[in-house]
């Protein structure tokens, strides 16, 4: 009933990487056409559409690159700057579009980039997931109190979570770029990829490491990003979830509390 109650709020989302989705801006301008008749709005409704118009901060997200790129950062900086000074935030659609055109646009409009999950269909993911290794209430309850990587049960809900979402592969690890999208705020800031792919290479020589805990310990350990569940606080939703970047300090006490036996 919770599933089915999920499935009813959330969009399903498609694609070839398991529940990943994939838009362009010719694909997202028709998807708006067909829910606006505003032409004055048109653009926002493609920067949410593909998540990277924020009406919050009245501004764009750093996910933007993915479909524009300012060939002179420091005119788009100073454009954008214009823009804030002299446009309200209420008029999110005016807005919007000024910034946007700030940028200088992907010489291919037709260009597919990952969109990033909303909360609810990261919930949705994890439920699936959850059914999918027919995890009980208890477990999950265990897993939401001491943490994703503190049971062979939790490990394997990860896995399985990366994969559901397009975001791992047992065969090409982390999927960089998306994960990147996804945990816009904070993460790729700290990532070197040489140390990355040190620290890789190093738990896929660890002995007896199974590909559950392989998968959750990459995505910790070597990019600092975690998977939390929480209460809820929603009558109709069984939990929250978040999956954020975490500074170094973190996941190192995580670290820590893997070698010396704290984390089984």
Not at 17 to 41: G, L, M, N, V, W
Not at 163 to 168: A, D, M, P, Q, V
Not at 187 to 207: H, I, M, P, T, W
């Amino acid at each position: 009933m919770e599933l089915l109650l999920l499935t009813l709020l959330v969009m399903t989302v498609s694609g070839s990487q398991h529940s990943a989705t994939f838009k362009s801006i010719c694909s997202a301008d028709r998807e708006c056409s067909r829910y606006s008749r505003d032409p004055h709005c048109a653009t926002r409704c493609r920067g949410l559409v593909t998540r990277f118009w924020n009406d919050t901060t009245g501004l764009p997200d750093a996910t933007i690159s993915r479909f524009y790129e300012p060939r002179h950062p420091a005119t788009t900086t100073h454009c954008i700057e214009d823009v804030i000074a002299r446009s309200p935030t209420w008029d999110n659609c005016r807005r919007a579009e000024l910034v946007t055109n700030c940028y200088e646009q992907w010489s291919n409009d037709s260009r597919l980039a990952f969109v990033p999950f909303t909360n609810l269909q990261l919930l949705q993911n994890l439920q699936e997931c959850i059914d999918i290794l027919r995890l009980g209430p208890d477990i999950v309850s265990a897993i939401a109190r001491d943490g994703i990587l503190s049971c062979p049960e939790g490990r394997c809900l990860f896995r399985s979570f990366l994969i559901r979402s397009g975001l791992y592969s047992d065969s090409a690890g982390p999927i960089l770029d998306r994960i990147t999208v996804q945990c816009v705020s904070g993460y790729g800031q700290e990532l070197n990829v040489q140390n990355f792919d040190s620290c890789v290479a190093k738990l896929r020589r660890e002995y007896g490491l199974d590909k559950c805990s392989l998968a959750a310990r990459v995505v910790v350990e070597c990019l600092q990003v975690n998977l939390d569940i929480t209460p809820s606080g929603v009558g109709f939703l069984p939990y929250g979830v978040y999956f954020q970047f975490y500074p170094r300090t973190a996941a190192a006490l995580i670290r820590y509390k893997l070698e010396s036996g704290s984390l089984k």
